[in-house]
């Protein structure tokens, strides 16, 4: 354990200022208390927020090839801390250790390295005709995070801002705040100017809720739920203040006819249960051809029943805990509601793996005879849950996939390309993966309906951090 995760300090213009009240973070493997992180005020939002627009004037001066340099620095400064970080967000979130080094860590590294070429790019201004089509920097940008990815959420904000030049007040989520921290340590060793990136942890109602529609932030980055999402957008619409909201999500999986159906499925529950099931864009719908739908169950539950649940520290756990009781007692009632219901569970529904005395574990569950107007298959769990559903072909598959409030991610399964990438080009969603595609960094992602408003990520994601000058010449 370290000291550099207990702390009672908030930054501000590139200076370390302790504050009065702290919050304890607490280990869900565990139980027991692994850092501390400061409770800021509002107060402290104004002194931030003022910080952070004395550094615009010298950052958004600054010629896009700087700002590239500096992200190049702060991205080599992290890597140079990957062990630290990997360790941290095993200790806050209970991600386990292979899954927080790949997932949180490189992969937030690769979408950080992603925005190094895009700043660059915005030092040519777009041609349109017979104007020029300057993007600049919008102004301070507000970045509220959830707990569920804690560094890559912060860095695809803060990498995106910083790209197109807008300096940043971030407020990192309660529950896992210590590697926001690591990330601002980055960032001074980056020896990126100070009031770039200004932290002030605290609670959403106070520390977000004073961001949002503050009169010194220009462009709000918010992602976390929709209710919550909700409330920011109304706020920062009222203030017409630019804003991105990166939502929930119930995301389905479509396997056509012509799929390698064990694959499709495979990596369809593993997709449910990544981190613990707690990512917004997992694919928690499985839609499959009605003659299949037994042997779908089957594979299903086989796979559910051989993912390695338990101790986070351990290189050959799949799934950890969930991140607090109160997640755990979510997800709980949300099975125990559609079973009631008449739901048929197939793998898992119940808490702790035999064997653990300690943790907010909830076992990977399959779910079956669900359909499209119940409540298991149209709210999201955020814990490893996937429902199973049958489809009478293509057409009935893109009409159930849509049936949905939520409109982030998605995937198709099928032999044969061109048909995958038609059924995906109907899909009311921001991202889709054929044939499990990897992840792609610089691609957008976002969501449709209650997902969002706004991409992340790559050109897309430094955008929302812009506003454009058209010049006619
Ligand atoms: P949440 O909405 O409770 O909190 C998100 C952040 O907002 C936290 O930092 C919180 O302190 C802050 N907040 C709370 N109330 C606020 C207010 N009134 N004003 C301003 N800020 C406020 O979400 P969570 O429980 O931390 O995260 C889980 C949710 O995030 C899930 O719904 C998940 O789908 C969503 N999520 C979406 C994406 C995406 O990219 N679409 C990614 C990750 C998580």
Not at 4 to 12: A, F, K
Not at 290 to 308: K, V
Not at 404 to 420: E, F, K, N
Not at 442 to 465: D, I, M, N, Q, Y
Request: aromatic share 6%; glycine share 10%.
């Amino acid at each position: 354990m370290t000291s550099d995760w207990y702390r009672d300090d908030i930054l501000v213009g590139g200076t370390w200022r302790p504050v009065r009240r702290t919050h304890q973070v607490v280990n869900p493997a565990t139980g027991w208390p692994v850092g501390c992180a400061a409770k800021a005020d509002r107060a402290d939002v104004d002194a931030a927020v003022r910080a952070a627009g004395d550094a615009l004037v010298e950052w958004r001066a600054t010629p896009p090839r700087v700002r590239a340099e500096g992200l190049t620095a702060l991205h080599t400064e992290l890597k140079g801390r990957r062990d630290e970080l990997t360790n941290c967000i095993v200790a806050e979130l209970g991600a386990p250790i292979r899954l927080a080094r790949e997932a949180h860590v490189d992969q937030a590294l690769d979408v950080l390295a992603g925005f190094v070429p895009i700043a660059e790019e915005l030092a040519e201004p777009e041609r349109a005709g017979s104007s020029l089509v300057l993007a600049r920097p919008a102004g301070v940008a507000a970045c509220i995070t959830p707990w569920n990815y804690p560094l890559y959420q912060l860095i695809a904000k803060v990498g995106a801002a910083l790209a197109a030049g807008c300096s940043v007040v971030a407020k990192p989520a309660e529950l896992t705040p210590m590697s926001a921290y690591l990330l601002a340590d980055a960032v001074l060793a980056a020896g990126l100017p100070a009031g770039m990136l200004n932290l002030v942890p605290g609670s959403g109602t106070e520390v977000g809720a004073a961001l949002v529609g503050h009169r010194g932030i220009a462009t709000v980055s918010f992602t976390g739920s929709t209710a919550v999402g909700r409330q920011v957008g109304r706020t920062a619409g009222e203030a017409l203040q630019r804003m991105s909201l990166e939502l929930g999500g119930k995301s389905a999986s479509v396997v056509l006819d012509d799929a390698d159906l064990p694959s499709a499925v495979r990596a369809t529950v593993e997709s449910a249960c990544y981190n613990s099931g707690q990512t917004c864009s997992a694919w928690t719908r499985l839609l499959v051809p009605r003659q299949y739908y037994e042997e779908a169950l089957q594979l299903a539950a086989d796979r559910a029943n051989t993912l390695a649940v338990g101790d986070p520290t351990d290189e050959a756990t799949d799934l950890g805990p969930l991140v607090s009781a109160d997640q755990r007692t979510t997800v709980s009632e949300h099975v125990a509601r559609a079973i009631a219901d008449g739901v048929r569970l197939v793998a898992g529904g119940s808490e702790r793996p035999p064997g653990l005395d300690a943790g907010h574990y909830f076992l990977p569950t399959i779910l079956a005879d669900v359909s499209t107007a119940d409540e298991i298959s149209r709210e999201e769990v955020f814990g490893p849950v996937l429902v199973v559903q049958a489809h009478d072909g293509d057409d009935d598959a893109v009409r159930m996939a849509n049936d949905s409030d939520y409109g982030l991610a998605g995937a198709v399964w099928s032999t044969d390309q061109s048909r995958a990438l038609q059924v995906a080009a109907r899909m009311q969603t921001g991202q889709v993966d054929l044939n499990g595609a990897a992840f792609n960094p610089v691609a957008p992602f976002g969501g449709w309906k209650s997902s969002g408003v706004g991409r992340e990520l790559g050109r897309h994601g430094v955008h929302e951090f812009c506003e454009f000058t058209s010049v006619q010449i």
